[in-house]
């Protein structure tokens, strides 16, 4: 989508080998998001950002670790990726204030990650 | 804590047909809905939005959705669907928390037109 870019569109891994997963935004949104899709599961939150180097975990954060030293850029590293890391990831972003209603997210494109 | 349930994992349905895709959410506060649609390949796009006032609220493409509080229900439903509507569509629920809002997802339904 316009104003949110995914990079890169497919990985392929081996397992025990770090990968970082970025995320670059041009429309100045405060939050940042990070969503892995699985069949069945929909979409789970693995981290989130509410403003630059402020970061919190969500569901399924185990594994994972991110970043955000600018306000448009927010990075997914896999410490040392697993099978079970082989996922969509989603990255989106939201310019909902934080006392007034959340508006919906922008999603990207996506990355396509497979450990083998 | 929040949790969004999707009835139907698939839906089947002939084009021009009517058709509702079930959503049911728990919450203990206040709480923002949204249903998202994903065409294959592509990521999700904001289909509509509750946020307050009127319980029946419009989206794109022709989709409607009504909120009911009393059965935490917030069904999508469209008069007559079009070939072109086959995708997947994924309620969710979103509240402020500590550091702000979080948005959780259900599994999906699958909506499937079939000419």
């Known amino acids: 989508d316009a104003g949110i870019t995914q990079s890169p569109r497919h990985k392929v891994t081996e397992t025990g080998t770090p990968v970082t997963l970025r995320c670059h935004q041009t429309?100045?949104?405060?939050?940042m998001y990070w969503y892995r899709q699985d069949p069945g599961h929909g979409l789970r939150l693995i981290h989130y950002s509410y403003g630059v180097k402020d970061t919190d975990k969500g569901e399924v954060s185990d594994g994972y670790s991110v970043s955000r030293s600018k306000t448009e850029d927010f990075l997914l590293t896999l410490e040392s990726a697993t099978s079970s890391q082989t996922s969509v990831y989603f990255c989106?972003?939201?310019?909902?204030?934080?006392?007034?209603?959340?508006?919906?997210?922008?999603f990207g494109s996506g990355t396509r990650l497979t450990v083998v | 804590a929040q949790s969004v349930t999707q009835l139907d994992s698939q839906v089947p349905v002939f084009e021009e047909a009517p058709v509702e895709l079930r959503c049911n959410y728990s919450s203990s506060v206040s709480v923002y809905l949204f249903w998202y649609v994903q065409y294959p390949n592509q990521g999700l796009q904001l289909l509509l939005k509750y946020l307050s006032g009127s319980t029946l609220v419009k989206g794109i493409n022709g989709f409607e959705a009504e909120f009911n509080k009393s059965q935490t229900s917030f069904p999508l439903r469209k008069p007559s669907v079009h070939i072109s509507d086959t995708a997947e569509y994924f309620c969710a629920v979103s509240d402020q928390g500590t550091g702000g809002f979080k948005t959780i997802f259900g599994a999906g339904t699958r909506l499937f037109v079939k000419a």
């Open positions: 989106a972003i939201s310019d909902g204030t934080g006392t007034t209603a959340n508006y919906g997210y922008t």
């Open positions: 429309e100045n949104h405060r939050y």
